[in-house]
């Protein structure tokens, strides 16, 4: 993001992430929709807030207005996504202090694939309609953009949205505020931001709108608008189907005229022969034919994704059989789906792009000749007009893959309450004390928090923890209302401290919920937030502690890996080895083409029987429902987990490149009598292999081991072959790629049907011969790439005995660091500064009798000019050096200063590109000695001293000159 912004090629754009629910709105015939559902209390909350707001912005023109406003995004086929934040679906990280929404995108179907406005559109399509928008920050220099990413690195473990919005303002390139205030609605807890890459016209354009788009008037200010969201709540809540039906009635006919998608009836899928229907139609439009291309394609490559259709009752009067209209819901449930898309989507430039999710209007019916006849004609100057290229807007966008460079940066603030408090409820209430204490940390090794932080939290959580419990006793607190107990702690707990204050970030005001909480049936979440969220990691992990596992904990050693990677020689090697894994707790290994019933549970119960046992699960553990499982089981009997892999470069859609997965071929076809039938007797290998390097598929390597990193806090790596091998023989690549295509139209048609039936038997079995003599014929190089097995076993050993022994620190999937900075400053080689005062002592007998007692060597391990101080200079300070991070600077140093207490270096700061660098500091120095019980910061007043004759100056002439990096600390 930074190279993009500094090389001109775009502006990056930070808006704030107000916490609450997604709310969809398309118009009352459009629909109104939450997270993968509609007809619910979450929609019905979201329309009366909408409506509501129509009113305080409207006043008497509040019921026209809605009514245009429904009529212009019905006939534009438009929908706006909102941010609904309320005090009535459930607790997130803070009560807001009022009920509203704030619209985040505005999206327009068109003719051709969608379009999603830009945010200087979509803010003039806002104050056009009075709707709140959103407070966005743009970022169009390389010194705006790195000091925001350095600003984020400082108030990522502290930051209130006070001191947020504050930094933001003072490095922004442009600024412009939201119509909805988050400290006045929501309150200082801020979730995070949404940083992403946009034009590099983005600038110009976001300045002509807010110029010609003042921030409109709310001509319902004052106004008596009736009961308020709470208390209609309040007034019904006794019955879920009250309260939305009062809901409605409060939002008015002008606005919400029709509520048959509240109906019973529409909770029932409709026939599932819908879908195949939807499919086989011809379609009517452009978009329909591809809608139906999407759908297709996810269907035919088994995309992790749902398809539920159901009557649309705002057609009911329309219907017939040959006339049938239906709500479709489609949503994407895995990250993987999108990895695999994009891949799809390099091959058919003219694909859809894929959501999260769509809700779409079907319409299936009979045309007659006459009608078919204008609809081709219509979709033929359609698709002309499209592949002309205007059918939809590129302003401010970015296309192909720099659309996706967009990243959420969350607060600790924040993540302390919903992911370490809330969803370690059930944890603490079911699991006990300890294993909520390993759920907490790991979630905090994950996200890289600072060891400081580490230590605070902890020691709060555990106080947390037993006030919980001991309020509560065996009944578990509802995530829902968790806020009623854990503000007030909270506020109690800052009290004590500054730093607790800090840690806290803000706490009491608490709004009461109990009397108006919305009824959510059954426990219902349909945000999928309450209880169950589960935090992404962050874009890095620089953790500065070491993970230890400690030797009263079991240990999981699992293999993500394929048939072939000597997981099962490794495990029996492990088992043998002498003395462990170097302390006392007993090995044990399950095969699992030996084990009977379900294997993951089996682990697990062994690991609840002997919880101190090290467990070598050998079996593949190829995708991320088996890892989950496994952090289930750590989660639940305090066991840890090792993924270990083979190592491999991979490639940009599989973590093992052709190489690899050549090798482990190879070592199947050697195996006889295998307990797995996976052998040389076996008929179809190759195709089972080709099965398993699937299951990876749309995985980079960089993403897989992140991933596992990110889950587990560790990884361990099996050498597999020589770093200077010769390129992989033609006729293996050309056999392998050759069994992939095959693979690949087989599945297309028979999805899972094995190999020796279908319509691909013949091919199958030309080609696995064809596998077998290209393999044999390359037996010589395959065995002279490997590296040796005892090499590979040693290396897997000492990786697994340092991870036990806490030797191991967790790989940084990215160089940054996050929530650690305090100061900036320029790092100085310590032993040149030694070498100057060795210099100097022998030239000045001041110098020599000041220096000669003084344990330098002791004292000067570092040394450091001191830029700008988080604490005394403020955090857009010490963010501005950002653009010079890790950057060489000159730095003159030309006089000692010292007092018997203290002592330091004058310090004169050089340029970096011809710009001066300049410390925020009035005396810039490096501190080189301090008495005992005297802060280093003292040293800034020692040209005070000096003024006053109670420091000593020894000057350096010639001035000595070095050369220092700026760095953070």
């Not at 933001?168 to 205030?181: C, T």
């Not at 759920?439 to 090794?445: A, G, I």
Request: proline fraction near 5%; glycine fraction near 6%.
């Amino acid at each position: 993001m930074i190279e993009m912004v500094s090389k001109g090629l775009a502006t990056l754009e930070v808006s704030l992430k107000h916490s609450g629910s997604l709310f969809m709105y398309a118009g009352n015939e459009g629909g109104a929709y939450a997270k993968n559902s509609f007809g619910n209390i979450y929609t019905a909350v979201g329309v009366f807030v909408l409506g509501r707001m129509f009113h305080e912005a409207w006043g008497s023109k509040a019921g026209e207005k809605q009514a245009q406003f429904n009529d212009f995004i019905e006939r534009n086929r438009i929908c706006i996504s909102m941010e609904l934040v309320t005090a009535v679906l459930g607790d997130h990280g803070q009560r807001p202090r009022e009920d509203y929404a704030v619209v985040t995108a505005v999206t327009e179907l068109g003719n051709g694939k969608p379009k999603f406005y830009s945010t200087p559109e979509v803010i003039a399509f806002c104050r056009k309609w009075r709707l709140p928008t959103n407070h966005v920050w743009l970022f169009s220099t390389r010194k705006s953009v790195t000091s925001f990413f350095a600003a984020y690195d400082l108030l990522c473990e502290e930051g209130t949205a006070t001191s947020v919005c504050r930094a933001l303002d003072e490095v922004a390139d442009i600024s412009a505020p939201g119509s909805k205030d988050h400290i006045t609605v929501q309150g200082e807890i801020l979730e995070g931001l949404v940083a992403r890459i946009v034009s590099h016209e983005s600038s110009k354009h976001m300045e002509e709108v807010l110029k010609d788009h003042p921030p409109p008037s709310a001509d319902g200010a004052g106004m008596d608008l009736g009961p308020s969201l709470r208390e209609i709540c309040a007034a019904n809540r006794l019955d879920e189907k009250q309260q939305i039906k009062a809901l409605l009635q409060k939002v008015g006919s002008s606005f919400c005229p029709d509520h048959s998608d509240w109906c019973d009836s529409h909770s029932r899928n409709a026939d599932r022969s819908v879908l195949t229907k939807f499919l086989q139609a011809h379609p009517a439009d452009y978009s329909t034919a591809k809608l139906q291309e999407m759908i297709r394609l996810m269907k035919e490559k088994r995309f992790p994704a749902a398809f539920k259709c159901y009557h649309n009752f705002h057609k009911a009067e329309s219907m017939s059989s040959d006339n049938l209209f239906y709500k479709m819901v489609i949503h994407v449930h895995s990250d993987s789906g999108f990895r695999r898309y994009q891949k799809e989507m390099r091959h058919k430039p003219g694909l859809w792009p894929l959501y999260r999710g769509f809700f779409v209007d079907v319409n299936l019916f009979k045309a007659n000749k006459e009608r078919a006849a204008g609809i081709a004609k219509s979709n033929n100057d359609i698709v002309g007009h499209v592949n002309n290229g205007s059918s939809t807007s590129t302003i401010d966008g970015l296309a192909n893959e720099d659309a996706n460079l967009m990243i959420k940066l969350k607060f600790l603030t924040y993540k302390l309450r919903t992911f370490l408090i809330r969803n370690g409820l059930s944890i603490l209430f079911k699991d006990g004390p300890a294993a909520y204490r390993a759920y907490y940390l790991r979630q905090m090794k994950i996200w890289g928090t600072s060891a400081g932080k580490q230590r605070e939290l902890s020691k709060m959580l555990d106080e947390w923890a037993v006030y919980i419990r001991r309020k509560c006793g065996n009944r578990q607190l509802s995530s829902a209302i968790y806020l009623s107990e854990a503000e007030p702690f909270l506020e109690q707990y800052a009290k004590r401290s500054p730093e607790n204050q800090a840690l806290i970030g803000s706490a009491g005001n608490l709004v009461k919920t109990e009397d108006f909480l919305a009824v959510v049936e059954g426990g219902m979440d349909e945000e999928g937030d309450l209880a169950t969220e589960q935090e992404e990691a962050p874009a890095s992990l620089s953790p500065s502690v070491k993970d230890t596992i400690q030797k009263t904990e079991g240990l999981i050693v699992f293999f993500p890996g394929i048939p072939g990677c000597a997981k099962s020689a490794l495990c029996k090697e492990l088992l043998n080895t002498p003395g462990g894994l170097g302390d006392d707790r007993p090995v044990q290994s399950l095969m699992g083409d030996l084990i009977k019933g379900r294997y993951w549970p089996k682990i697990a119960d062994e690991c609840r029987k002997k919880p101190y046992s090290i467990i070598l699960a050998d079996k593949n553990a190829p995708n991320e429902e088996v890892w989950k499982q496994i952090e289930n089981m750590c989660h639940s009997t305090r066991a840890s987990a090792v993924p270990v892999i083979p190592d491999s470069e991979g490639t940009d859609s599989n973590p093992f490149a052709l190489d690899a997965l050549a090798v482990f071929m190879f070592r199947v076809l050697q195996r006889d009598n295998h307990p797995g039938n996976l052998d040389k007797s076996s008929p179809n290998v190759g195709y089972v292999m080709l099965m398993f390097y699937h299951l990876y598929d749309g995985k980079s390597r960089k993403y897989f081991e992140d991933e596992l990193v990110e889950r587990f806090g560790s990884l361990v790596k099996i050498p597999l072959l020589k770093p200077d091998r010769s390129p992989l023989p033609a006729s293996l690549i050309s056999v392998l790629e050759e069994g992939l295509n095959l693979y690949n139209l087989h599945t297309k048609r028979h999805g899972r049907l094995e190999s020796n039936k279908g319509s691909y038997v013949q091919e199958w079995a030309k080609w696995e011969k064809k596998l077998r003599d290209t393999l044999s014929a390359n037996a010589e190089y395959l065995n002279s790439i490997q590296v040796p097995f005892e090499f590979a076993v040693q290396q897997v050993s000492e990786q697994l005995r340092k991870i036990a022994k806490g030797d191991y620190t967790i790989p940084s999937t990215e160089k940054r660091k996050l929530g650690t900075v305090v100061f900036a400053a320029v790092d100085l080689p310590a032993a040149e500064i030694q070498g100057l005062l060795n210099k100097l002592s022998g030239m000045n007998s001041e110098a020599e009798a000041f220096l000669e007692d003084k344990p330098m060597d002791n004292f000067l391990r570092k040394a450091h000019v001191t830029l700008a101080h988080k604490k005394s200079h403020g955090v857009s300070a010490v963010a501005s050096y950002g653009l010079y991070l890790h950057r060489q600077v000159p730095v003159e140093l030309n006089a000692l200063l010292f007092t018997d207490k203290m002592a330091a270096l004058q310090a004169q700061l050089g340029s970096i590109d011809d710009e001066k660098i300049v410390s925020k500091n009035e005396w810039p120095h490096v501190t080189i000695w301090t008495g005992e019980g005297v802060p280093p910061k003292e040293a800034n007043t020692l040209p005070q001293l000096l003024s006053e004759g109670k420091a000593t100056v020894v000057e350096i002439n010639p001035p000595l000159t070095v050369s220092g990096t700026v760095e953070f600390y």
